[in-house]
């Protein structure tokens, strides 16, 4: 069974630029998560989907962040204008059990 | 504000001996807590899930619950080199709701 795909791995812009990471997640999980890791740090929620619907989205930056999930499955986890605190790596995991299941991760560095 | 506190470490464990891992959090209505094993570079790698009072054992890793304490922990026996990570504690309040993770402790199996 493929795991959650993440693209893509790295990702480096100037500041102002826009980007967009997207996920593809487990077949048949319905739930769907984008968390952000600073180094050294956990990881911290950012959304949670259930199907297409977001459910938890209380610590996403809607100045600058925005996520989607059209059809219940890929998401796509959009910033724009990046800053250079935004530096991070992206993770998408997906559940059905409740047992998250991470992708590889995007990393992101803005200059 | 829901947290979770890890010691950072290093923690430092010979080859051969049992290592363990302490987990505290502040929601009292949490109900799954999880351990996620990450290596350097790594996304996080799901080890171990407990929901009930006691011991959950599998293979050479053993998770400890105590609700009534608010604390859990991670034993690795017979501990080898290639445990040598950063080991994540994380809890939610059940079902689907999104993870809190702790900070992480970063463990070194010293051959």
């Known amino acids: 069974e493929a795991g959650v795909v993440q693209s893509p791995r790295y990702k480096i812009i100037e500041k102002k630029q826009p980007v967009a990471f997207w996920c593809n997640p487990i077949?048949?999980?319905?739930?769907l998560y984008w968390y952000l890791q600073n180094l050294g740090q956990g990881p911290e929620l950012l959304i949670r989907?259930?199907?297409?619907?977001?459910?938890?989205d209380s610590q996403l930056p809607k100045d600058r962040f925005s996520a989607e999930r059209l059809k219940g499955v890929d998401s796509t986890l959009k910033i724009q204008p990046a800053e250079l605190g935004d530096s991070a790596v992206y993770l998408c995991?997906?559940?059905?059990?409740?047992?998250?299941?991470f992708g590889e991760g995007s990393r992101l560095t803005v200059l | 504000q829901k947290e979770v506190e890890q010691n950072s470490g290093p923690l430092s464990v010979p080859e051969g001996a049992i290592a363990s891992l302490n987990c505290t959090y502040s929601?009292?209505?949490?109900?799954?807590f999880f351990w996620y094993r990450q290596y350097s570079g790594k996304s996080p790698e799901l080890i171990m899930s407990?929901?009930?009072?006691g011991d959950k054992e599998d293979g050479r890793f053993t998770a400890q619950l105590n609700k009534a304490s608010q604390y859990v922990s991670l034993l690795i026996r017979d501990s080898q080199p290639s445990d040598s990570a950063t080991y994540l504690c994380?809890?939610?309040?059940?079902?689907?709701?999104?993870?809190?993770f702790g900070k992480g402790t970063h463990l070194i199996i010293q051959p």
């Open positions: 407990i929901y009930s009072n």
């Open positions: 994380a809890v939610n309040r059940g079902g689907a709701d999104g993870l809190t």
């Open positions: 989907y259930e199907n297409e619907e977001a459910v938890d």
């Open positions: 077949s048949g999980h319905n739930t």
């Open positions: 995991a997906s559940s059905s059990t409740g047992e998250l299941f």
């Open positions: 929601d009292r209505g949490s109900q799954s």
